[in-house]
């Protein structure tokens, strides 16, 4: 597990790798977050060139509320980089645990 956060005036993004049975989970927090904030799961082989995640042809995306957990289970090929990427210009610091 690793967990900290991100002040979303600063940083836009939260980076993890995919473990070795494929499966991930990302739960997030935000009791400051200015307004409602949409996020994608993104993945690269080499940290530099990302795409979004997508599910029957439908990019992987969510919402942050503030105030409310948001936690998602997702899947991926293991080894591989992953991040969750909040779009909009929102403030707030986002707390996360990645599992």
Same mark, same amino acid.
């Given at each position: 597990?690793?967990?900290?956060?991100?002040?979303?005036?600063?940083?836009?993004?939260?980076?993890?790798?995919?473990?070795?049975?494929?499966?991930?989970?990302?739960?997030?927090?935000?009791?400051?977050?200015?307004?409602?904030?949409? &996020? %994608?799961?993104?993945?690269?082989?080499?940290? /530099?060139?990302?795409?979004?995640?997508?599910? $029957?042809? !439908?990019?992987?995306?969510?919402?942050?509320?503030?105030?409310?957990?948001? &936690? %998602?289970?997702?899947?991926?090929?293991?080894? /591989?980089?992953?991040?969750?990427?909040?779009? $909009?210009? !929102?403030?707030?610091?986002?707390?996360?645990?990645?599992?």
């Amino acid at each position: 597990m690793k967990s900290g956060s991100i002040n979303l005036a600063a940083v836009r993004y939260i980076n993890g790798i995919v473990p070795l049975n494929g499966l991930f989970g990302v739960q997030l927090l935000c009791d400051n977050l200015s307004a409602n904030t949409t &996020f %994608n799961l993104q993945f690269s082989n080499d940290k /530099t060139n990302w795409d979004n995640a997508t599910e $029957g042809g !439908t990019d992987i995306e969510g919402t942050l509320v503030d105030g409310a957990v948001n &936690f %998602n289970a997702f899947s991926g090929v293991p080894r /591989t980089y992953y991040r969750i990427l909040f779009a $909009g210009a !929102t403030t707030g610091t986002v707390e996360y645990v990645l599992s």
